[in-house]
């Protein structure tokens, strides 16, 4: 399964880029699982996502929670939380 992962705000800064293509393994069933399998893939990655309770997701575009699954997703983002003001 290849899906397009986007990054936002600070963890794009430190994974260094603003999206990427990711074929994460079959073990990989949540967003939280993904997370765990990007994290090994560079420093930046494990940087960006060493507290996961900074982190927010969307599967296409819809806001999910860490343990929603992620079969049948093409594009999942995960981004910092959004503040008004």
Known sequence: MTMRVLYFAWVRERIGVGEEEASPPESAKTIA???DWLATRSDGHAAAFAD????RAAIDQ???LLDTPIAGAREIAIF???TGG
């Not at 996961?52 to 982190?55: D, F, G, K, N, P």
């Open 52 to 55: 996961r309770t900074r982190l």
């Open 80 to 82: 910092p939380p959004v």
């Open 33 to 35: 699982d993904l997370i």
């Open 62 to 64: 819809d806001f999910v």
